[in-house]
């Protein structure tokens, strides 16, 4: 379920913390593309999905993430 976009804030801001130590952790690309999404920032969680899935390719979760957020990406981008 989307978060709220108090909680979509807040969770944007841990995930980029324990970032800086831990740049290697598929799930906090994961958590952080769950938060921009939740903040409307399609394009940036595509990246950050996409950042998860170069580290653990097999994560079906993960790629189906990215692939529901793909339709809303490419709608905000033919929107004037």
Do not use: I
């Not at 939740?38 to 079906?60: C, I, K, V, Y």
């Amino acid at each position: 379920p989307p978060l709220p976009a108090a909680s979509g804030a807040a969770a944007l801001s841990a995930c980029d913390s324990a970032l800086r130590a831990f740049a290697d952790d598929a799930n906090l690309y994961k958590a952080r593309g769950r938060a921009l999404a939740s903040l409307g920032r399609n394009e940036e969680a595509a990246l950050a999905f996409q950042s998860a899935l170069r580290l653990q390719p097999e994560d079906a979760e993960t790629t189906g993430m990215l692939r529901d957020l793909q339709p809303q990406t490419l709608v905000a981008k033919a929107a004037p």
